[in-house]
Structure formats: C-alpha cells, structure tokens
T-cell receptor, first 111, second 112 residues
Framework: GIQVEQSPPDLILQEGANSTLRCNFSDSVNNLQWFHQNPWGQLINLFYIPSGTKQNGRLSATTVATERYSLLYISSSQTTDSGVYFC?????????????FGAGTQVVVTP | DGGITQSPKYLFRKEGQNVTLSCEQNLNHDAMYWYRQDPGQGLRLIYYSQIVNDFQKGDIAEGYSVSREKKESFPLTVTSAQKNPTAFYLCATNRGGRETQYFGPGTRLLVL
C-alpha cells in the first residue's frame, strides 16, 4: 500500500513564529487532506488539496502531486495551533474514500 | 444543533464482552467511516459505507462488525475476537466520492 511520511515528528514553536510541515507519499494520489487534531482528540479538516495551493487565514498548503509531496505552512503561530497535524491521502488505484493517514506532526506553541 | 455525534465518550469493556459504539449524523451525508487511533499514531480505517445497506472492510476489519440500516447511523461493534481493542475510535462522514471528511468527537475504549 501507499506510504505516507510526515516530518518533522515533533515541533516546538514560540508564539508568532512561522513553520512548515511536510508530507511525502510513495504513489500517485487523487485526494489529499490535511487535518488538525486538538488536545481533546477532535479532528478538523484544514484543506482538501490534491494539487495546487490554498490559503485559509494564517494557514496555507501546497501539493505538488507530480513530485509526491505536500506542505502545510503555519504563519504567526498561536497557542491554539497546538495539536497534531495529519496528512491523509487516497491512492489513485484505490476505491474512493479510503484515506491513508501519516503518523502526524505534534506541534506545541509556547507563549 | 447538527453534525456528527458519537456515544459514549468513554467505554469500558470486560474480557470476552462485545461492545457497540454509536455514530449518528444529521448532515445528510451518504458515506460514513470508522477509524481506530492508537497513541502516537495516525488513523487506520476499520470499515466504511458508501450507501445504506452496503459497507466494505478497511485495513483492520478483523474483530469488528458494522451495520448500515439507516443513512444517519453507522454503529461499530467491537467483538471479543478483537484482542487489543483499547484505542480511540473516530467516526467520519462525507457526501461520498473524494470529498472532505468530517469527524465526530470520538469514543475512548478501555479494556478492564
């Protein structure tokens, strides 16, 4: 099956700093989503981004499908950005809906 | 108030016991999914359903069963055959196809 690797595994930021999270995947995909899991376990969808660039407030994401990676940018980080960020992909050859998740990047933003 | 509800929030299972986790949605979504999350790991797909009265196994279906008798409901039963059931269980829905998935708040299952 497809491999999804996220880096770095852990990230500690001071409030106001910028950061970049990376997601590499081992095969062609037609679906890529970024999620944020808060400390209470709730997952929120941040982006549906199989290709191209999107922005939502202080967050933006870029997927280069031909080179099999996606980047999530956090600018001017806030303590509420703390949590785990997951990248999930759906392999082109798979039936729709079957997302494969990476292991996540644990982000801690300190005041 | 709308969205996806999961109950209970915490569940304790004794050895050899079957337990059922509830997932209900009022978003009128066709597709529903069950994931398992172990500490420090990503989510793994257990079962998914694209339409009422139909469901497919995910990557780790052994020891679990589901039903989809109503569009709004997709209960997950953790059977005694699941030898390591302690985990965080998350239900998700979407309109079907390769669409954004939306998640419920989760159920934490602990074996006594």
């Amino acid at each position: 099956g497809i491999q999804v690797e996220q880096s770095p595994p852990d990230l500690i930021l001071q409030e106001g700093a910028n950061s970049t999270l990376r997601c590499n995947f081992s095969d062609s995909v037609n679906n890529l989503q970024w999620f944020h899991q808060n400390p209470w376990g709730q997952l929120i969808n941040l982006f549906y981004i199989p290709s191209g660039t999107k922005q939502n407030g202080r967050l933006s994401a870029t997927t280069v499908a031909t080179e099999r990676y996606s980047l999530l940018y956090i600018s001017s980080s806030q303590t509420t950005d703390s949590g785990v960020y997951f990248c999930a992909v759906e392999q082109t050859t798979d039936s729709w809906g079957k997302l494969q998740f990476g292991a996540g990047t644990q982000v801690v933003v300190t005041p | 108030d709308g969205g996806i509800t999961q109950s209970p929030k915490y569940l304790f299972r004794k050895e050899g016991q079957n337990v059922t986790l509830s997932c209900e949605q009022n978003l009128n979504h066709d597709a529903m999914y069950w994931y398992r999350q172990d500490p420090g790991q990503g989510l793994r797909l257990i079962y998914y359903s694209q339409i009422v009265n139909d469901f497919q196994k995910g990557d780790i279906a052994e020891g679990y069963s589901v039903s989809r008798e109503k569009k709004e409901s997709f209960p997950l039963t953790v059977t005694s055959a699941q030898k390591n059931p302690t985990a965080f269980y998350l239900c998700a829905t979407n309109r079907g196809g390769r669409e954004t998935q939306y998640f419920g708040p989760g159920t934490r299952l602990l074996v006594l």
